[in-house]
């Protein structure tokens, strides 16, 4: 729709969009997911690795990776290799494996945090009984993409939940299997999901051969 002629205040109205990227956000490739983790150790960000490598490996959306507690990841003194999730959104349970490298974050996130299994695994600066708000998550996925090279308007935090989904799926071509790890009910959604990025999509194509 364009500007509406007898609307004498529509051309200095700013648009809400303008000067900001519409749309999906980019996946990170596995070297720029590395350069991450570099990063923030290089910087000592114990607790940011942490919430990095979660949010690589769980898949979560944002609101459900700051709620979780530490008892949905540990078991006795070490770090679960699965975990399962109830997700705000749809209710339903999502079950995801952490792998070493997030194990290892974790773990030492934990062993400076202290705290009981009941207590947030990352609290709040504010309130450290409440758990870290979506708003300072994005934030940090912000510093994180920036100190790394990237533009912020093609990342955040949802970024970080399509990069494993992206990479399972250029590797197997498993659209099944990519539903039920990132918790999605409908088989349509994960279609949509994965096809927004018009460069994963001729990446792939790029390996096929006809």
Known sequence: MGILQYDPGSQERRAWNAGRKVGAK?????????????????????RDRAL???????????CDIVKIKIGELVSGSQIRTRAIVVQQKTGRPVQFELMDDARASLLAWFDRRGGAIDDYAFPSRIDHADHLSTRQYAR???????????????????????????????????LRAVQILLGHTKIE????????????????????EI
């Open 26 to 46: 980019r996946a990170l490739k596995p070297r720029q997911v590395w350069a991450v983790r570099f990063f923030l150790d290089q910087h000592h960000r114990v």
């Open 140 to 174: 940090l996925v912000d510093e994180w993409v920036t100190g790394i090279g990237l533009r912020r308007e093609e990342y955040g935090t949802h970024s970080l939940r399509r990069t494993k989904a992206s990479i399972i799926y250029k590797a197997t071509g498993n």
């Open 189 to 208: 959604n994960t279609v949509r999901y994965l096809g927004v990025d018009v460069e994963d999509a001729l990446t792939l194509a790029e390996g096929t």
């Open 52 to 62: 990095f490598d979660l949010a690589i490996d769980s898949k979560l959306r944002g």
